[in-house]
Every structure is written in C-alpha cells, then in structure tokens.
Nanobody, 115 residues
Framework: QVQLVESGGGLVQAGGSLRLSCAAS????????MAWYRQTPGNQRELVAI???????NYEDAVKGRFTISRDNAQNTGYLQMNNLKPGDTAVYYC?????????WGQGTQVTVSS
C-alpha cells in the first residue's frame, strides 16, 4: 500500500503564490508518474500537471507559465509551485502517484484564491 499526504494549501490573494507538497510513503519500489489534479464542487476532477520519473512535465493550458510541477525521487516527494494565482484556481488539489501501474491518491488540500 502507498500513502500520499499533501500539504501547503491555504488562502492567498490573487497574484500570490503557494507551493504544494506531496509526500509518498509505504510499499514503494519506485514512483512512475506523479500528478496534481484539482476539483471544484459539482465538477469532475481535472488534471493540472503531470511529471514523469525522468522529469518530463505536461500542464493544463490554464496553468501553463504559472505553475511548475517537480519531484524529488530520492525523497519520494512531489511539488506544485503555483504563481500568479487567480480566483479561478480555487479548488481542492489532489496529488496522485503511479506505482507499478496502479494510481494512488492523497486526501486533498484546499487552495482558496481571493480577489
């Protein structure tokens, strides 16, 4: 079993920054892809960014140029640096990690951006 714990969410004004962290623990041999999703009430969870073990990253169009996904493979930790935040970025953010072809999820962390 793999556990993921997110941290770093909170309340920030528009234009501000937050850095989310995702710490993985448990029965980990190696983590393949790591990703961040977000979800707002009444909507489906959407992919924000994903990074391969080798560091190749892809982003949702709405966050390109503002968010940066990264990871520390030695520490089994992933990050999402969010800059120039907008009220539309308000959501619960979830970390996800693929281990041996199975995806695991964190419990989510709330990000609220005020105008």
């Amino acid at each position: 079993q793999v556990q993921l714990v997110e941290s770093g969410g909170g309340l920030v004004q528009a234009g501000g920054s937050l850095r989310l962290s995702c710490a993985a623990s448990g029965n980990i041999f190696s983590i393949d892809d790591m990703a961040w999703y977000r979800q707002t009430p009444g909507n489906q969870r959407e992919l924000v960014a994903i990074v391969s073990r080798g560091g190749r990253a892809n982003y949702e169009d709405a966050v390109k140029g503002r968010f940066t996904i990264s990871r520390d493979n030695a520490q089994n930790t992933g990050y999402l640096q969010m800059n120039n935040l907008k009220p539309g970025d308000t959501a619960v953010y979830y970390c996800a990690a693929e281990v041996r072809y199975q995806w695991y999820w964190g419990q989510g962390t709330q990000v609220t951006v005020s105008s």
